[in-house]
C-alpha cells in the first residue's frame, strides 16, 4: 500500500491510502471494518439516518417491528463472524438440530427434524414421515434431491442460458405458479423438479418451503442455479449446515446500533444522511461528490442496491452499468399482527395449504409484554405487493385461524402491514451472467452488494461476503 504511515486511531499505524464506502448496510459495513483493520483510512456514507441497510427496525405503538424476518443458517459463517465481530452473538440463536414445524389448516402439522446421520442420510428420516406428501412421493423427493446434490452447476447454468430470461416479470411471468399454469418456467429449478417427477403438490408441500425464503421466487420461477446451489450448501452436503438461526432482539439492535459503534472504533468516519451523487474519475484516484461535498479517495466502494448503483455509476462505467438493472426485483411483505393472548406456541413454522409461508413469534423481540405478536413472512410477493391492507388483513388474519385455533376467539389489537418492493434481485434464470464481480474497469472502483457475484443469491451471508470481496480489491487497487 506504500507511503508514509501516520499515527492511527487506537494506537495502530495508518497507511496514506482512502477508502470511501457508499452504502451502510451490511456489506458497507464488512468493507468498511476489513478496510480499517488494513490501516486505511475509511469513510463511510449512508443516505439513511442509521446503519443495517434493509436489514432494520422501526416502531409502531411502542413495539420495535422488524422490516423482515431474516434467518441464517450455521454454515453462513461470514455472516456469523460479523456478528461476533458487532458483539451481537448473544443477541441471536442457532437451532442444535435443524427443526422446521409445517402446519396447514385443520391442525395438521408435521416436523422436519434432521438426524445426527451423515449427510444426505440426516435427513431421510424427516422426509420419510413427512405427512403433506404421500410415500410414494416422499420416495420420489428423495430421489430428486440425491440427484440434485450430484447436479453439475455447469450444467445448470448451461440450461438457464437455454431457456432463461432476466427482465422484470410479465403478467405471464406471475401467472407460473397459478395452479392453472401449464408447468414451471423454462431453465428453472421448477423446471428440473418436474423432470425428476416432483408435481406442482410436491413442490408446494416441500421444496418450496426452502426457495421461497432463500430465493425470494418460487422454485416455478427461480434459478436452477441458485436454487441448487442453496439446497446442497444447507442440506445435503453437511448435516449441520441447514440449522437454522433467528434473531432473538430487532435487527436494530443486532446489525445497525452496534455497527455504528464498531466502526468507529475502528477509526471509519461514518456520515449518515449524505447521498453520494456523482463519482467521477481522477488522475490519482476518484472523486464522490456527496451533497455539495466533494471527498477524494484512492478507492471507492460502491455497496448500494443495483438499482441506484446503476444510476450512480452508468455515466462513468456505461453499458456495463446498464446492464444490471436486468436483474430486475423481487419484493417481500411482512403482516405483523399483535394479539391480546398468545395463541402460538412455537418459535416459528412453515405453512402448507394457506396463505401463511411462514410465522414467526416476535413477541419478546418487540417489547411486548402481554398478549402475542407474530409476523408473517411472504417472499416473492408479486401479487400481495398490489393488496390493500384490508385485503391482507381478511385474508391473513383468516388464514392465522386456521392454523392456531385460539386465535378464533383472540382479539386483534393491532395489525401493520410493512413492504419491501425491492427486497432482493429477481434470482430468475440468467441471473449469473448479470452479477457483476467486485473489480470493475475502473481502476479503485470496486462493487459489493448481496446482488453481485458471490455465487449465494441475496442473503446475509452473500452480502457480508461480498464486502470482504470489494474490500480486498480496494486494498489491492
Known amino acids: 500500500m506504500g507511503g508514509d504511515s501516520q499515527p492511527a486511531h487506537g494506537g495502530r499505524r495508518l497507511t496514506d491510502r482512502r477508502v470511501i464506502v457508499l452504502g451502510g448496510g451490511l456489506a458497507g459495513i464488512a468493507a468498511a471494518l476489513d478496510c480499517a483493520d488494513?490501516?486505511?483510512?475509511?469513510?463511510?456514507?449512508?443516505?439513511?439516518?442509521?446503519?443495517?441497510?434493509?436489514?432494520?427496525?422501526?416502531?409502531?405503538?411502542?413495539?420495535?417491528?422488524?422490516?423482515?424476518?431474516?434467518?441464517?443458517?450455521?454454515?453462513?459463517?461470514?455472516?456469523?463472524?460479523?456478528?461476533?465481530r458487532l458483539g451481537s452473538e448473544r443477541r441471536v440463536t442457532i437451532q442444535s438440530r435443524l427443526e422446521i414445524p409445517v402446519l396447514s389448516p385443520g391442525g395438521s402439522s408435521a416436523l422436519l427434524r434432521r438426524s445426527a446421520l451423515p449427510a444426505p442420510l440426516h435427513l431421510a428420516g424427516a422426509l420419510l414421515r413427512y405427512p403433506h406428501l404421500t410415500m410414494a412421493r416422499r420416495v420420489s423427493a428423495a430421489r430428486a434431491a440425491l440427484a440434485l446434490g450430484r447436479l453439475d452447476p455447469h450444467e445448470a447454468?448451461?440450461?438457464?442460458?437455454?431457456g432463461g430470461k432476466t427482465s422484470e416479470p410479465s403478467r405471464d411471468d406471475l401467472a407460473v405458479a397459478a395452479p392453472e399454469h401449464v408447468g414451471p418456467a423454462p431453465g428453472t429449478l421448477?423446471?428440473?423438479?418436474?423432470?425428476?417427477?416432483?408435481?406442482?403438490?410436491?413442490?408446494?408441500?416441500?421444496?418450496?418451503?426452502?426457495?421461497?425464503?432463500?430465493?425470494?421466487?418460487?422454485?416455478?420461477?427461480?434459478s436452477l442455479a441458485l436454487g441448487a446451489f442453496v439446497l446442497c450448501t444447507g442440506l445435503l452436503k453437511q448435516n449441520d449446515?441447514?440449522?437454522?438461526?433467528?434473531?432473538?432482539?430487532?435487527?436494530?439492535?443486532?446489525?445497525?446500533?452496534?455497527?455504528r459503534r464498531v466502526l468507529g472504533e475502528a477509526g471509519v468516519e461514518v456520515k449518515l444522511g449524505l447521498r453520494a451523487q456523482q463519482v467521477d474519475r481522477l488522475e490519482d484516484g476518484l472523486r464522490v461528490r456527496a451533497d455539495g461535498a466533494e471527498l477524494n479517495a484512492d478507492a471507492?466502494?460502491?455497496?448500494?442496491?443495483?438499482?441506484?448503483?446503476?444510476?450512480?455509476?452508468?455515466?462513468?462505467?456505461?453499458?456495463?452499468?446498464?446492464?444490471?438493472?436486468?436483474?430486475?426485483?423481487?419484493?417481500?411483505?411482512?403482516?405483523?399482527?399483535?394479539?391480546?393472548?398468545?395463541?402460538?406456541?412455537?418459535p416459528f413454522a412453515a405453512g402448507v395449504g394457506t396463505p401463511v409461508q411462514y410465522v414467526f413469534d416476535r413477541t419478546a423481540a418487540a417489547g411486548l409484554?402481554?398478549?402475542?405478536?407474530?409476523?408473517?413472512?411472504?417472499?416473492?410477493?408479486?401479487?400481495?405487493?398490489?393488496?390493500?391492507?384490508?385485503?391482507?388483513?381478511?385474508?391473513?388474519?383468516?388464514?392465522?385461524?386456521?392454523?392456531?385455533?385460539r386465535a378464533r376467539d383472540a382479539v386483534v389489537q393491532s395489525f401493520y402491514v410493512s413492504r419491501e418492493h425491492a427486497a432482493t434481485f429477481r434470482a430468475g434464470p440468467g441471473t449469473q451472467e448479470l452479477r457483476p464481480a467486485a473489480r470493475t474497469?475502473?481502476?479503485?472502483?470496486?462493487?459489493?452488494?448481496?446482488?453481485?457475484?458471490?455465487?449465494?443469491?441475496?442473503?446475509l451471508e452473500g452480502a457480508v461476503l461480498s464486502g470482504h470481496a470489494a474490500a480486498r480489491e480496494a486494498l489491492a487497487a
Open 38 to 84: 488494513a490501516g486505511a483510512r475509511v469513510t463511510l456514507l449512508e443516505v439513511r439516518p442509521r446503519l443495517g441497510g434493509a436489514a432494520y427496525s422501526f416502531q409502531r405503538d411502542g413495539l420495535w417491528l422488524d422490516n423482515g424476518q431474516h434467518v441464517f443458517l450455521r454454515c453462513c459463517s461470514a455472516y456469523r463472524g460479523l456478528l461476533e
Open 157 to 162: 447454468l448451461a440450461r438457464e442460458r437455454v
Open 190 to 222: 421448477g423446471e428440473w423438479l418436474a423432470e425428476h417427477g416432483q408435481g406442482p403438490d410436491a413442490v408446494a408441500a416441500l421444496w418450496d418451503l426452502i426457495a421461497l425464503p432463500t430465493l425470494n421466487l418460487p422454485a416455478a420461477q427461480a
Open 241 to 259: 449446515a441447514g440449522d437454522i438461526g433467528l434473531h432473538m432482539r430487532p435487527l436494530s439492535e443486532t446489525l445497525g446500533e452496534p455497527a
Open 300 to 346: 471507492v466502494v460502491c455497496a448500494v442496491p443495483h438499482a441506484r448503483a446503476t444510476a450512480l455509476l452508468e455515466p462513468l462505467m456505461g453499458a456495463e452499468a446498464q446492464r444490471w438493472t436486468g436483474l430486475g426485483q423481487s419484493p417481500i411483505i411482512n403482516v405483523h399482527v399483535v394479539y391480546d393472548r398468545r395463541v402460538c406456541e412455537l
Open 369 to 405: 409484554s402481554e398478549g402475542q405478536y407474530l409476523a408473517v413472512s411472504l417472499s416473492g410477493a408479486d401479487r400481495e405487493m398490489g393488496d390493500s391492507v384490508e385485503q391482507l388483513r381478511v385474508r391473513y388474519l383468516s388464514a392465522l385461524a386456521e392454523l392456531f385455533p
Open 441 to 459: 474497469g475502473v481502476p479503485g472502483l470496486v462493487l459489493a452488494g448481496a446482488w453481485t457475484d458471490t455465487g449465494w443469491p441475496a442473503t
